[in-house]
Structure formats: structure tokens, C-alpha cells
């Protein structure tokens, strides 16, 4: 008499996650990549080069140490290096001095 039960729909509560990628204040892209090892949080931008370490405390994570880099980068306390491809310059040279073989000699 009492009729088919009905199936208690479960509330699923979604964690929001911590983003992997962040704007850079300098060209405006989203390529900010955040890597915290020892106490130290490297920071580099993928497109325009921008790099510079900055140390923070053990209980930082990436979006605290992005926090952190933009707030000392906008009052013009952060000493910021240019990322320059010293290995792949090299690799250049090496690959340039390969492929001067002459035609017809086999290496």
C-alpha cells in the first residue's frame, strides 16, 4: 500500500581547485607557472621570459607565492631576470656545425 520508494538523491559538494596557471602582469597572457621547492618559489612566464625567485614560508602554497610575486612586482620591490635559452643556443651551434657535412661524405 505504502507505494514504490523513492531513491535519496545524494548532495555532492565540489572542492574548488587551486589554479595551475596564472596571469602575467607584465604581457597579460595566462602562462605564469609557479614552482615552490625548499622555500623558494620560482617564477617564470612562458611567453614574454619573465623570471624571478622569491623566497616564501613552508606553508605557501602556488596561488600564496602568485600573491605574494604580483604584490612585490606592482610596488617595484622584485628584481626580475630575463629567461634567456642558453642550452638551446648551444644546441643550435652543435646542430649548425652537423649538418655541414659535404655532399656525398657519409659521417
Given at each position: 500500500m505504502g507505494g514504490k520508494r523513492r531513491k535519496r538523491t545524494k548532495i555532492i559538494r565540489v572542492k574548488p581547485k587551486l589554479p595551475k596557471t596564472f596571469e602575467c602582469p607584465r604581457c597579460g597572457k595566462v602562462s605564469i607557472s609557479v614552482k615552490i621547492k625548499d622555500n623558494i618559489a620560482t617564477i617564470t612566464c612562458g611567453s614574454c621570459g619573465l623570471y624571478t625567485e622569491i623566497e616564501v614560508p613552508s606553508v605557501f602554497d602556488e596561488a600564496n607565492a602568485y600573491s605574494k610575486f604580483i604584490d612585490m612586482y606592482l610596488e617595484?620591490?622584485?628584481?626580475?631576470?630575463?629567461?634567456?635559452?642558453?642550452?638551446?643556443e648551444e644546441e643550435n651551434e652543435i646542430e649548425g656545425e652537423s649538418e655541414e657535412i659535404p655532399h656525398g661524405q657519409v659521417k
Open positions: 617595484g620591490r622584485l628584481q626580475i631576470k630575463e629567461r634567456t635559452n642558453e642550452n638551446t
